[in-house]
């Protein structure tokens, strides 16, 4: 009975997963730059990109404008992050790649960081 019960929540859990397997970045031209080589003959190319920052340990990092936030996400029907900040809440759909609360002219892509930002 022990074994069946500890089997069940073992199950349980793994269908209830709310963060992703791995830690999953993406990133976008901010609005000001038609093209990364127009960012970088403007000669700062640390404001070229916006990024965000999906960690499977629940946690994400955004940073729109060299002013990162931290905070915590949880999976929504599987392809909508849910994501929580101090100032600001927002879904990102990770099928679209897509958010309603962070417009922009450009669109988002997924990348691969040399190194990411989870703790």
């Known amino acids: 009975m022990r074994a069946l019960l500890l089997a069940l929540v073992v199950l349980g859990t793994a269908c209830t997963d709310d963060t992703l397997a791995e830690d999953t970045a993406y990133r976008r031209l901010v609005d000001d730059f038609d093209s990364e080589a127009q960012c970088i003959a ?6 070229c990109y916006q990024t965000l920052t999906l960690c499977s340990s629940g ?14 996400y949880r999976l929504h029907d599987s392809s909508i992050a849910v994501a929580n900040f101090i100032d600001m809440h927002v879904e990102f759909d990770l099928e679209t790649k897509a958010s309603a609360q962070l417009p922009g002219r450009h669109a988002w892509a997924e990348i691969q960081p040399i190194v990411y930002d989870c703790r």
């Open 42 to 47: 403007d000669g700062n190319f640390a404001v």
């Open 59 to 72: 946690l994400v990092r955004m940073d729109l404008v060299n002013r990162p936030q931290d905070g915590e």
